[in-house]
Structures are given as structure tokens and as C-alpha cells.
Nanobody, 121 residues
């Protein structure tokens, strides 16, 4: 059974930083790319970032580009999203997702339950 468990969310002030982590199990982790997506209150899911199976290739959505870094540790089956200079528009639930393939070309097929990030003063 595929399981994706996110952690690291919380309350942060504008301009602050958070690091989200996702622990994966139930599949061959280093066969798949991994993504982060988010959903702000009342808005659609928004893709945030992706890392290929070996960590060599990363992609970032425009809304957070320059403020985030995605990485993975295949020895620990984890993927991490470092977020800096957060603003109130970054508030939302952040989900870890498994890519269908070694990168994001075929989309995602499993999502975790999410971790809430609240940016507020």
C-alpha cells in the first residue's frame, strides 16, 4: 500500500521559513519522481514543485519559484520542500504526491493527506 506522510507544517510569520517533509512507503521510491502540490482556502489544487527519481532534475511552479527548494533522500525514502520568504498567499494545505513515472511527465497517482501551512502575523 502506497503511503505518503507529510510533516513540518505550522504557523509562520510573513517572511519566515518552513521545511516540509514527506516520508514514502509501499513502492519503490527511487523509481518515481515526487511532487508537492498545495491548495489554498477556496482555491484549486496548485502544483508547486517536482523532483525526478534521482534528484537530478527539479521543477518549480511560478508562484513559489525562487523561494523554494525541493530535494530527496532515496536512502530514507523522503522528499523535502524548503520554503523561504513565505507570504500570506502561501497559506494552504501542502500535499506530497507520487509521480506515475520517474519524472512528472505522466502526472501523479497518489497523494498524502497533507500538512497545513499558515502564514500570518
Amino acid at each position: 500500500e502506497v503511503q505518503l506522510v507529510e510533516s513540518g507544517g505550522g504557523l509562520v510569520q510573513p517572511g519566515g521559513s518552513l521545511t516540509l517533509s514527506c516520508e514514502a512507503s509501499g513502492f519503490t521510491f527511487d523509481d518515481h519522481g515526487m511532487s508537492w502540490v498545495r491548495q489554498a482556502p477556496g482555491k484549486r489544487l496548485e502544483w508547486v514543485s517536482d523532483v525526478s527519481w534521482n534528484g537530478a532534475t527539479t521543477f518549480y511552479g511560478e508562484s513559489m519559484k525562487g523561494r523554494i527548494t525541493i530535494s530527496r533522500d532515496n536512502s530514507k525514502n523522503t522528499v523535502t520542500l524548503e520554503m523561504n520568504n513565505l507570504n500570506v498567499e502561501d497559506t494552504g494545505v501542502y500535499y506530497c504526491a507520487k509521480d506515475r513515472a520517474s519524472n512528472m511527465v505522466y502526472g501523479m497517482d497518489y497523494w498524502g493527506k497533507g500538512t497545513l501551512v499558515t502564514v500570518s502575523s
